[in-house]
């Protein structure tokens, strides 16, 4: 999930900025790392209050597999921005369903970039076999949320004041974007469904 604050002005990077999106590699480790610890330091993208290691962002990257790809945006040979489609959850019954996210140096928001990390990544939703994206978007975040919209998430629950950081409670919405099927429709999944009450 795009987890970020928008921010009162943007920096022009000139009217011909090339970004390209590639599948990310084990050299990329150092410049995501940064990326994200930027975000745990100084907003609310994400609820982690540690900066990731080394370590952990190798092992990070290497639980990716294919159908759960890191990608990231590059702009004159520079890693600016990363995204990355993770499983929801290591049951077996939510196979079909993986969590978007994204993050961007701070110098890069604003000029379409995380739009491109998003959509290519809803693009290789439907090769992998994936059935439903889900997006976690802390709030306030006008911008993230604008953009998951956007791209055809749609808000379907809020969960209040889940998360605490620099000292204040936050509420965060969960997005869900169906992932169309070959004959272009999403399927519904009316079957029966039945509860225990357990917890999922």
Do not use: C
């Amino acid at each position: 999930m795009e987890r970020r604050t928008a921010t009162p002005t943007t920096p022009s990077l000139g009217p011909a900025l090339i970004v390209k999106i590639r599948r990310a590699t084990a050299a990329d480790n150092p410049a995501i790392a940064a990326i994200y610890n930027d975000a745990v330091r100084t907003g609310i993208a994400t609820f982690d209050t540690e900066p990731r290691s080394p370590a952990g962002q190798r092992q990070w990257l290497a639980r990716h597999d294919r159908r759960h790809p890191v990608l990231v945006a590059v702009v004159k040979g520079r890693v600016v921005g990363w995204a990355s489609l993770s499983p929801w959850s290591d049951r077996k019954a939510y196979d079909g369903t993986a969590e978007v996210s994204f993050y961007l140096q701070a110098e890069h928001r604003g000029h379409g970039i995380g739009r491109k990390l998003l959509t290519e990544l809803v693009a290789r939703s439907k090769p992998a076999g994936l059935h439903v994206l889900l997006a976690r978007i802390a709030q306030p975040n006008v911008v993230s949320v604008h953009l998951h919209e956007s791209l055809g998430f749609e808000r379907i629950g809020e969960m209040r004041e889940v998360g605490r950081k620099f000292n204040q409670w936050i509420d965060v919405h969960l997005f869900e974007r169906m992932v169309p099927t070959s004959a272009g429709a999403a399927e519904s999944g009316t079957g029966s469904r039945r509860s225990t009450g357990e917890g999922s």
